[in-house]
């Protein structure tokens, strides 16, 4: 079973979201590692490492996406786990930004998938498949 | 009716404390230096006479049972993969299972680590890394290092469940006396000591007291059943959930000043609060800290060097000492004992700052989070501000003349509010010294042990 960790970043207490995520992989097959709200960048990595995961999940919805998601990659390949797969999704940035722009920024930044505000999971999920090959 | 005997073979006194069931109290109490470079026997038998001469004539007593700190304690060393998970988990197993952990490792070992744990001469090494079904190469090489190296040391394992045959095949084929038991952090964040914590304290009967020359005692008396800090921490926890009929405290904590080491137990649950964001990894129930650098012979260097140059200029102008050189007269002079007024205040001084930097390490912390949906409450750790009953026991806080400054530091005296300390505990003092015992006879009659514990504690 892959391994996926799920949370919510920097200081974003959003978390209907995060719980409707861990139902749908969990659903999907896939051992979820939910760490949760408030959750920052180490706490990520360590939840990956520890579990093994192949695909960290990042979910923003309080416009800051991008400062706390900054350095993220950098991190994980100092931790050992450089080629881990990232996503990120929700309100990453503030106010209404031309989304191609923002994908392009957080894509530079070492993220493999960057989601627009409002789309649904399921979406994601056939990235997942194809990305863990599943 | 029955007479029981209660032992604790510490790293410098041998204490025995008689209890007696149809009194319903302890009736005699007696202490030797321990023996155990020597002959442990020696030490026993002293304390035995002197306790024999108290009574007036020797007794015959039903059980013996005894708990053993002697000759350096239960030394482990803990190993896992991170630092905050089951590096963290490994640590508060060994801590709650009695041990003193010397040694902490994360990620891969290197062959300087193991080095150490040969000359640092560790009991026991507890090896966790991964949760179950997550990363398994750290801990395979981890067991292929240790098991290469020939330690010579029971190895527990206790990492992710998926590897654990292969883990076996490498213990089996270097004839290592390795031990398999239930993942430490079997998800993110969850602990689950109790497995490993059995097993420790099995292998501490079966071969450490054995190795250390303390099992020759068995001779002499029923048994030794645990180690020390062990027997404590069941005192605690019996005193604050109490037993059948006979209530409890409630949630407590209790500090204990040593000459090597500063130990904390709180009993509670890590937190009551709806409205707060718990992050990190499960706190105990019953949780044991143990500050090595904090102590008041042995550590009392430690105690400088948590403070700043500062600090210490004020604390000399204000007290009218040269703290340094007392602490350092105390670090050079480990049998001292204050002799005069002024020695015995700076003994207290330097008490208080053990218990209030080993709570700063011990308590838990909420932070106050502006968020855009307003201000959230973020804690790690255990909340401990509920806590009504703050216990002292060891000797610098049951002999001070005033025990109750030196409890009152572990609430929060300097007002940052941030750390969870108790707010407004009342303080008892274990006059006594007699938690160990009771953690031992809690082991057959806790009925007992619990009426002689609420009995002893004096309020202060």
Redesign the interface.
């Known amino acids: 079973?892959k391994?996926i960790v799920i949370g919510v970043i920097g200081?974003?207490?959003?978390a209907v979201g995060n719980k409707i995520i861990d139902y749908t992989l969990t659903n999907a097959g896939y051992?979820v590692?939910n760490?949760?709200?408030?959750?920052s960048q180490?706490?990520f990595i360590?939840?990956a490492?520890?579990?093994?995961?192949e695909l960290i999940l990042v979910s923003s919805l309080?416009?800051h996406g991008e400062i706390d998601c900054r350095g993220m990659r950098q991190k994980c390949i100092e931790s050992g786990i450089g080629d881990i797969f990232l996503y990120v999704g929700g309100n990453i940035v503030v106010g209404k930004q031309d989304f191609s722009e923002v994908k392009q920024r957080f894509l530079q930044m070492g993220f493999n998938r960057v989601y627009p505000p409002g789309i649904s999971i399921d979406m994601a999920l056939n990235d997942i498949k194809n990305d863990l090959g599943e | 009716m029955a007479k029981y005997l209660l032992i604790d073979f510490g790293s410098t006194f041998t204490k025995l404390t008689a209890v007696d069931s149809e009194l319903g109290d302890i009736f005699a109490s007696a202490n030797h230096f321990t023996t155990v470079d020597t002959d442990i026997t020696i030490g026993y038998k002293n304390a035995l006479d002197q306790l024999s001469k108290t009574i007036g004539h020797p007794v015959v007593f039903d059980r013996v049972i005894a708990c053993s700190s002697a000759a350096g304690g239960l030394k482990m060393a803990a190993i896992g993969l991170v630092e905050e998970l089951t590096v963290e988990a490994a640590k508060r197993v060994c801590l709650g299972a009695g041990a003193k952990v010397d040694l902490v490792f994360s990620h891969h070992l290197n062959s300087s680590e193991v080095e150490l744990i040969k000359t640092k001469k560790i009991d026991i090494v507890l090896l966790a890394g991964g949760s179950d079904g997550g990363n398994s190469e750290c801990v395979l090489f981890n067991a292929k290092m240790l098991s290469e190296a020939n330690l010579g040391i029971p190895i527990v394992y206790g990492g992710n469940k998926s590897v654990q045959d292969e883990i076996k095949a490498i213990f089996d084929n270097h004839h290592v006396n390795g031990h398999i038991v239930d993942n430490v952090m079997p998800k993110i964040n969850q602990l689950n000591i109790k497995q490993a914590r059995e097993k420790i304290r099995e292998l501490f009967l079966k071969n450490i007291i054995e190795a250390k020359g303390i099992k020759k005692i068995e001779s002499e008396i029923d048994k030794v059943v645990l180690p020390t800090p062990e027997a404590v921490l069941r005192a605690c926890e019996l005193l604050a959930k109490g037993y059948m009929h006979e209530p409890g405290l409630g949630e407590v904590v209790v500090v204990d000043v040593g000459g090597a080491t500063t130990d904390l137990y709180s009993i509670s649950e890590p937190s009551k609060r709806g409205d707060v964001i718990l992050t990190g990894l499960e706190e105990p129930y019953a949780k044991r800290t143990v500050e090595g650098d904090l102590g008041m012979r042995y550590s009392a260097t430690g105690i400088l060097k948590a403070l700043t140059k500062e600090e210490i200029m004020m604390i000399n102008l204000e007290k009218g000492i040269d703290i340094e050189k007392e602490i350092n007269d105390r670090n050079t002079n480990v049998s001292m004992l204050p002799k005069n007024r002024s020695e015995e205040l700076i003994d207290r001084l330097l008490a208080e700052m053990c218990v209030y930097k080993a709570m700063n390490r011990h308590a838990g912390k909420m932070e106050e989070i502006y968020t855009p949906m307003g201000m959230v409450h973020h804690q790690t750790g255990k909340d401990l501000t509920d806590i009504e009953v703050v216990i002292g026991t060891g000797g610098v806080i049951i002999k001070s003349t005033d025990p109750k400054q030196i409890l009152a530091k572990t609430t929060n005296v300097f007002r940052n509010d941030f750390e969870l300390r108790p707010r407004h505990p009342k303080f008892y003092i274990d006059s006594t010294y007699s938690l160990y015992a009771m953690g031992l006879l809690s082991e057959f009659d806790p009925v007992l042990a619990l009426k002689i514990m609420k009995k002893h504690l004096t309020q202060v």
């Open positions: 079973m391994s200081a974003d207490v959003h051992n590692i760490i949760g709200v408030l959750s180490e706490d360590n939840a490492i520890e579990a093994d995961a309080y416009g």
